[in-house]
């Protein structure tokens, strides 16, 4: 798989130690993984998709050269087709996570078969993270040490302060 190009699609809003550690663990197996973030106004991000941009872009450590951040926007099977990726990689944390997620997965494999879906494991302290929880305890004050990047933490004290 080394030569291969992998697509990390999501929200991202904020990055994760949960989806750190999936980046980590794609570049080490893939040749080129891109973490795209979708341009989603519906959803009415706190971070704008630049600053999602420029806090995975700081977040990620040297050792993962192999990994490009971008943005897109309609459908991943046809932006993964544009990127040439074979692979889409998708976090699974816990069996509740599954039933969407294949049910997007053989969507994605309807409309682009010879891309493949690949599910991988966080590392079991971060099983129950998610953005959205991150979030709602920094806009109340509490602690998100080890929840998140430095960069990302810094970013939402600020956000929240
Ligand atoms: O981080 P998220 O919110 O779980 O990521 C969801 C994401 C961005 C992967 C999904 O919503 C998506 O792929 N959206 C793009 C539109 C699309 O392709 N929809 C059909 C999916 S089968």
Known sequence: MRRASAIYPGTFDP????????IERSSKLFGRVVVAILLNPQKDPLFT?????????????PSTDNVEVDVFDGLLADYANQQSAEVIIRGIRAVSDYEYELQMALMN??????IETLFMIPAER???LSSG???EIAEHGGSINGLVPGPVEDALHAHFK
């Open 15 to 22: 990055l994760t130690n949960g989806h750190l550690d999936i």
């Open 49 to 61: 998709v630049e600053e999602r941009c420029d806090l995975i872009r700081a977040s990620l450590s």
């Open 109 to 114: 494999r309807r409309l682009q078969p010879e």
């Open 126 to 128: 971060y099983s129950y």
């Open 133 to 135: 929880l991150v979030r």
